[in-house]
């Protein structure tokens, strides 16, 4: 069964630039995979931040950007702010309806 | 804009059934496909599985042999059942419509707890 990877942790400082990237055990990651990148916090649901790899939300701040980066959908936040300290997580299309999550990353903002 | 509710019993003895209803409203139900997802405390998201609004489903196959997903399209609502649950299976159990090209809106999700 396809894995989805993502780094467990990362850290930032207030106003940095961070990448989160989200990778497959086996392969690459291509737009034909549609990455949509969520954001939760601790008692909420997920709030999605980006889908079809690049396109954001409604009512999402444009420093989260969405991109392919190598073989990795990315997730750049730039101008890293204290409210974004939070879990990250992405999920990729495998077809046939199929979606598969990645692990997570936890994010702190320091 | 659609809004998805979960409904369903909190505590679930263990070997019994899990049972979960996802109602849509402010959309239509038809023409999408319909996923249920869950959150063990502390863990990740995990898919368990989808229906199309015409009742094509598909399972994540760590679960499939436990796994039923329905549709009633009269009323706007898909289900979830879940067998012989243990205590892994305790988590916050979310509905989310997840037509391409994205697994969005969800519903606040349900915490569903296994225990005696």
């Known amino acids: 069964q396809t894995v989805v990877t993502q780094e467990p942790s990362f850290s930032v400082s207030p106003g940095g630039t961070v990448t989160l990237t989200c990778g497959l055990s086996?392969?690459?990651?291509?737009?034909?995979?549609?990455p949509n990148w969520y954001q939760q916090t601790p008692g909420q649901a997920p709030r999605t931040l980006i889908y079809?790899?690049?396109t954001r939300s409604s009512g999402v701040p444009d420093r989260f950007s969405g991109s392919i980066l190598g073989n990795r959908a990315a997730l750049t936040i730039t101008g890293a702010q204290a409210e974004d300290e939070s879990d990250y997580y992405c999920?990729?299309?495998?077809?046939?309806?199929?979606?598969?999550f990645g692990g997570g990353t936890k994010l702190t903002v320091l | 804009q659609v809004q998805l509710q979960e409904s369903g019993p909190g505590l679930v003895k263990p070997s019994e059934t899990l049972s979960l209803t996802c109602t849509v409203s402010?959309?239509?139900?038809?023409?999408?496909?319909w996923s249920w997802i869950r959150q063990p405390p502390g863990k990740g998201l995990e898919w368990i599985g989808y229906?199309?609004?015409?009742?094509?489903?598909n399972y994540n196959p760590s679960l499939k042999s436990r796994v039923t997903i329905s549709v009633d399209t009269s009323k706007s609502q898909f289900s979830l059942k879940l067998s012989s649950v243990t205590a892994a299976d305790t988590a916050l159990y979310y509905c989310?419509?997840?037509?391409?090209?994205?697994?969005?809106?969800w519903g606040q999700g349900t915490l569903v707890t296994v225990s005696s």
């Open positions: 402010g959309g239509s139900i038809s023409g999408y496909y």
């Open positions: 989310a419509r997840s037509s391409l090209p994205k697994v969005d809106p």
């Open positions: 079809n790899t690049k």
């Open positions: 229906i199309f609004s015409t009742g094509t489903t």
């Open positions: 999920v990729l299309y495998m077809g046939s309806g199929l979606w598969v």
């Open positions: 086996s392969g690459s990651v291509s737009t034909d995979f549609y």
